[in-house]
C-alpha cells in the first residue's frame, strides 16, 4: 500500500492523460515541516511549539485513509482516456480528494488533535471552538491561533511550491487566510522567493519526491485504474527536484 500526498496528472495536446505522478505523503509532511522549522523563532511560543511541529509531521495521516481519484464529469466509462464529456480541452476529468482527512486525528494530545482539525479552515468560529477545550489563561488557549496560522501557512506554501514547480503553474491557490506569496526567482531554474520573508535564513533549500508508474497505461485510463495504480505497490520511477527559497 502506497500512501500520498499529492498526485499530479499530466495531459498531451488532444487532452488525453500522458502520466500521472504521485507525491509521498511522507515527502509532502516533512517538507512542510521543514517550512514551519524556518519561521523565526520569535513566531513560536516555546510552551507549545514541539507539539506544533508534531502537529505538522501528522496533520495529514489521515490521507492514509481517504485517498481517491475520480472523473471529474462522472463520465469513466463513456470517455475512459480522460477527456470531459463536454469535450473541453482546458477541462480534464481526473482529480483526486482526501475528503475528510483532517478529521482522522491521533487522539493522543489534545492540542495536536486540534491543531490538525483545523488545519484547513483557519476561521474565527473554528478557531474560537477548539481554543474553548482549554483552561482559560492557558499556553494552550494563548497559542492556538498563532500555532494553527504557522502551520496553515507551512502547509499551503508546500502546496503552492509543489504545483508550480511540478505542474509550472503560476499564481496562488486560493485561501482567504493567506497572507504569503510565492515568487519565481526569474533569473534561476526552481527558486523562489516567499513574500513577506518570514524564515530566519536567507535560503534554505527543499526537495519534492515524485513516483512516476514505470509502466503507465497508453489507452483507457480510467479513474479506478488510476487508483489500482498508486494504492497496489506497483513499481515507480523516482524523481526528485530540489527548488531554493530565498529572500529576494
Excluded at 493522543?108 to 474560537?128: P, T
Excluded at 481554543?131 to 494563548?142: D, I, L, T, Y
Amino acid at each position: 500500500m502506497n500512501f500520498w500526498g499529492r498526485i499530479f496528472f499530466e495531459y498531451d495536446e488532444r487532452n488525453n492523460l500522458s502520466v500521472a505522478k504521485g507525491q509521498p505523503l511522507e515527502n509532502h509532511v516533512g517538507n512542510c515541516r521543514k517550512i514551519l522549522e524556518q519561521f523565526r523563532e520569535s513566531c513560536f511560543n516555546p510552551a507549545t511549539r514541539d507539539r506544533l511541529l508534531k502537529a505538522a509531521e501528522l496533520h495529514d495521516d489521515g490521507k492514509r485513509h481517504t485517498f481517491r481519484i475520480y472523473d471529474k464529469e462522472g463520465a469513466d466509462k463513456k470517455y475512459p482516456s480522460g477527456r470531459s464529456a463536454n469535450g473541453d480541452s482546458d477541462r480534464p476529468g481526473f482529480s483526486y480528494s482526501f475528503a475528510g482527512h483532517r478529521f482522522q486525528v491521533p487522539g493522543s494530545d489534545a492540542y495536536i488533535d486540534a491543531l490538525i482539525r483545523s488545519h484547513h479552515e483557519f476561521s474565527v468560529e473554528q478557531v474560537n471552538n477548539e481554543r474553548a477545550m482549554f483552561e482559560p489563561g492557558s499556553e494552550e488557549r494563548k497559542s492556538f491561533a498563532d500555532d494553527l496560522y504557522l502551520l496553515c501557512m507551512a502547509d499551503q506554501l508546500e502546496a503552492e511550491l509543489a504545483v508550480k514547480t511540478v505542474e509550472k503553474k503560476t499564481g496562488s491557490i486560493p485561501r482567504t487566510f493567506m497572507e504569503f506569496a510565492t515568487e519565481r526567482i526569474a533569473e534561476e531554474a526552481h527558486a523562489f522567493s516567499v513574500v513577506p520573508w518570514p524564515f530566519k535564513q536567507e535560503s534554505f533549500a527543499l526537495v519534492f519526491e515524485l513516483l512516476v508508474p514505470e509502466a503507465f497505461p497508453a489507452q483507457k485510463v480510467t479513474a479506478r485504474k488510476l487508483r489500482e495504480i498508486f494504492e497496489n505497490g506497483l513499481r515507480f520511477e523516482k524523481e526528485n527536484i530540489q527548488i531554493t527559497l530565498r529572500r529576494n
